[in-house]
């Protein structure tokens, strides 16, 4: 597993070794003692969530308050996104900064998106599955969003064809500056 640091420290790409040949492929997807190295800590995963996207649909930017805050390991097992963690970790060095990364069926990235971070993907492709594990239970109450674009964050997001798809409710999250700080 090679594990590639990111402009964010706490967020950490994992790319498995793919064996592969004439029936198909193999890798690896999870090690926790390979995980639990990476990130320098314990993490014990509790859920795990499986979406299904068309072209252009942008889901996030999404993010749980304490005590309910979420650890995700994400990745695309069909097509591909465009997936992006912000800090919004409170007295962070790189508090509002974003990472983004390309998950694809065919690179078998995952990304680590620690909690204190709010996350979201664009689809690139024609359609992706997205896939996830979680470190806490999805918790209603406790759910929050920052607006995808935001020009206090700046993401460059990727340019497609097809208009960025919403769900009613991303489409009026706040603004970093107007967030509950975790």
């Given at each position: 597993m090679n594990i590639?640091?990111?402009e964010i420290p706490d967020v950490l790409i994992f790319e498995p070794k793919v064996f592969g040949d004439s029936r198909g492929f193999f890798f690896e997807s999870?090690?926790?003692k390979?995980?639990?190295e990476a990130v320098n800590r314990n993490v014990e995963f509790v859920q795990d969530n499986h979406s299904l996207s068309a072209k252009g649909v942008l889901r996030g930017l999404h993010y749980q308050i304490e005590p309910f805050a979420q650890g995700k390991l994400v990745r695309?097992?069909?097509g591909e996104v465009f997936d992006v963690a912000v800090d919004i970790r409170d007295g962070s060095p790189t508090y509002g900064k974003w990472v983004g990364v390309v998950l694809s069926a065919d690179n078998h990235r995952q990304l680590w998106?620690?909690?204190g971070f709010a996350h979201g993907f664009l689809t690139l492709s024609e359609q992706a599955q997205f896939v996830?594990?979680?470190t806490n239970y999805y918790h209603p109450q406790s759910?929050?969003?920052i607006f995808w674009n935001d020009p206090d964050i700046n993401i460059?997001?990727?340019s497609i064809d097809v208009p960025v798809n919403l769900s009613e409710k991303d489409k009026v999250q706040p603004s970093l500056k107007n967030i509950v700080k975790v």
């Open positions: 590639i640091r990111t999870f090690n926790k390979i995980f639990d695309c097992i069909e998106i620690p909690e996830y594990k979680t759910d929050r969003g460059q997001w990727p």
